[in-house]
Every structure is written in C-alpha cells, then in structure tokens.
C-alpha cells in the first residue's frame, strides 16, 4: 500500500449476480407469450457477498469482451432510435481501457497471477503501447490513431491507471521497466499541457483554453503518480487546485469553466472529490456543494435525461460515489451506497453472453460508450469500499 500525503490526490467488498424470481404458480398457467419477465430478485441492501459476486460477474463480462490489442469492444448500448442527433457509436478506446484496467485493480486483481491476470496485464500493455516515444511532438501522450474521443480525459485516466498499478509489478521485471518509463513521459506531457490558467484543454500541449473536467482528470492522475513515487511539481498542482475552486459558483455548484455558466452534478460532485483528495477537508465551500448535488431531483448519480441539462450519468455516478465517501461526514455515504448499490445490481445483465454486464436490457442508462464502459464505471462504484485502490481511499 502507498502512503497517501495530506497535500494532493483521486479516483469493494462488493457484489452480486442478480437472481430471477420465481413466480407464484397460479392456476391457469399462462402461456409462453402471455408471461411478463420477472425483475431481478434484489435484497434492499445488498450484502458484501452479493456486491463481491456482481463485481466478478462484471469483470468475467470485460475479459470476454477484450479485443485482440487489449483494448475493449465498443459497442453502443443505446439503440438508434433512441438517440439524439449527435449520439452516435463513440469510440474512446484509451479511456474504456484505463477505466476497465482500474476496474481490475478496484477488486484488487493482480497482473502478475490469479483471476483476470492475463486482461488486466494486457489492458495495461495497451495502454503503455500507446504512449508516445520521445521523438514524437507530443512525447508521452498516451493515445490510439483510431481514438478521436478520448484525448485528454482519456491521457488522463490512462496516466491513472498506470500509476496505480505501478506497485503491482517487481521493480526489476520486464514490464515494470515499460511501466515506469511510459508513466514517467505521460506524467511529464500532462505537466507540459498545463495552461497557464491552472487548467488543461483537450489538447496535449499548452494553451490559453481550459476546462474543468479535464482539469480534475489531470490533476487526479498527478497525484496518484506523485503517491507512486514520481516527479511531480507540486507549483501545478496548487495552480490546478486555485482553477477548480474559482468554477465554483454562487449556489455551491462548480461550472465547466470560468467563462462558462453551465454546471452540473457530474462536475460538481467531481470538484468535491477531487479538493478532498488534495487536502481541502473542511470548509462550507464543499459542505454547500454536496448539498446542491441533495438537492437535485432523484438519486445523484442516475439521472433521468429530464433532469440534467448535461447527460453523463455514468461519470456522474462514479464521482457523486467518491464526493460522498470522500466526505468528512459519512452519512451521506452510509444513506446513499446502500441505495445505489440495489439498483446497480438490479440493472445487471443476469443470463446471455452479456451475463455480468450494464445495464441489462430494458433498464438503466444504455451509453453510447458501450457496456464495456459502463460495466467498468459501475464496477468501480460498487468497488470503492474494498480499499484496494490508493486513489480511492479516504
């Protein structure tokens, strides 16, 4: 385990595969084409043993679902006549491929042996594949030629992903080496593309645009890679910390950037976590911000498309989970886990090929990122409790 610093930081004794319920008999017997499939039988709370065995199911479904290069399927969810006019299949290879590696590494599955070795291995392969050498413009950059989408966030994530599996290989092994020099350039590159605002831009290199969820991307990974033992200037990530809070706005809520008025719940709880994790414990800042995320309609973190003028409900899940168990008060954590959890396991893929996978057919949020992108987020959700991942602890 690494040591976590009170300065800097990011992004389950868990789940269950979701059992059919058995309907009442009831003279007559229906016929086949009268019957209404039943929901998945799901306790209130569910237990460690059944949030574990979902999990497993969820990363037995991501290992199938790996692509020869180690990368993962990408397969939109949402059927065409159910999109808007710009949600067509997305493919953001670098981003699933991060989320799903740190998926693995959440249930504390260990590249070198056991269960999901071999995907989580090549997962990580990819990603190193993919990081650019150091003659190349943008040296360090961790990006596929065939991934327009995943840009920044996906650096990012990715840059994360290595950095929190850094600890996992021997120090003298083969793979340990490729680790660590691929960290070492993609922690530079993302230093490199600090603008002069604090802030990052969906860009790799320096510039005057900025915005803030790509800011809280970077600035997580840096200090994940800072906890594995990396060079990271510390100047960058204050400057980092100095752009999030001044997104804040009025009514507690954190805008997309200084010059844009929009804000959100995903972005919102996302500020939360991330000025948590680098030190901002206390405050009303962030106590008035986790109570306008209580105050918007629904359970935070499954939105319905009417509720959110932004629509990004996996990512928003993932950061409301972490804004709440990153919390000083872990009320809301104890009060809203519980809750998500249930329904997490009740949206679950429960038979077919896709047996493990978000959302099972019919019911939650189908992404056009996929279910490999889904599963992975969902995963990590029901993951964060197991303290496996530094960047996850409180």
């Not at 840059?159 to 793979?175: I, V």
Request: charged residues 25%; contains cysteine.
């Amino acid at each position: 385990m690494r040591p976590r610093e009170s300065l800097l930081g990011l992004l389950a004794a868990l789940a269950a595969p979701a059992f059919a319920q058995e309907p009442t008999p009831q003279p007559p017997v229906p016929r086949p084409s009268e019957r209404v499939s039943q929901q998945p039988k799901v306790s209130l709370e569910p237990t460690a043993e059944e949030l574990r065995a979902a999990v497993e199911e969820g990363l037995a479904f991501l290992s199938r679902e790996q692509n020869a290069d180690g990368s993962f399927r990408i397969e939109a969810t949402l059927p065409p006549s159910a999109r808007g006019p710009s949600e067509t299949v997305q493919r953001a290879p670098v981003a699933v491929t991060a989320l799903a590696a740190l998926a693995y590494l959440a249930h504390g599955v260990n590249p070198r042996h056991g269960p999901h070795s071999e995907a989580l291995r090549r997962a990580l392969e990819y990603l190193i594949s993919r990081c650019r050498d150091a003659s190349a413009p943008e040296a360090g950059y961790i990006v596929d030629l065939d991934d327009s989408l995943s840009r920044m966030h996906g650096h990012g994530f990715a840059t994360l992903a290595l950095s929190e599996a850094c600890g996992q290989f021997h120090k003298n092994a083969a793979e340990a080496t490729r680790l660590r020099a691929a960290l070492t350039a993609a922690v530079q590159r993302t230093q490199l593309a600090q603008s002069a605002t604090g802030g990052w831009w969906y860009d790799p290199i320096a510039g005057p645009a900025h915005e803030n969820s790509i800011t809280i991307c970077a600035v997580q990974a840096l200090r994940s890679a800072r906890d594995a033992g990396f060079a990271v200037e510390l100047a960058g990530i204050e400057r980092a910390i100095e752009y999030v809070k001044r997104c804040r706005k009025a009514d507690g809520s954190y805008k997309y950037s200084w010059d844009d008025e929009k804000s959100s719940v995903a972005l919102t709880a996302a500020a939360v976590a991330t000025l948590i994790e680098l030190g901002l414990h206390d405050g009303d800042e962030l106590e008035q911000a986790l109570e306008w995320i209580d105050a918007q309609p629904g359970l935070p973190g499954f939105p319905e498309r009417a509720q959110r003028t932004t629509y990004f409900p996996h990512y928003e899940r993932l950061y409301v989970a972490l804004a709440y168990y990153r919390s000083p008060d872990l009320g809301r954590w104890k009060r809203w886990f519980p809750r998500a959890a249930a329904r997490l396991l009740g949206e679950q893929e429960d038979q077919g090929e896709a047996k493990g996978a978000w959302p099972r057919r019919g019911s939650g949020d189908p992404s056009v990122y996929g279910r490999c992108y889904e599963t992975a987020t969902n995963c990590l959700v029901l993951s964060i409790p197991s303290g496996y991942l530094p960047c996850f602890r409180r």
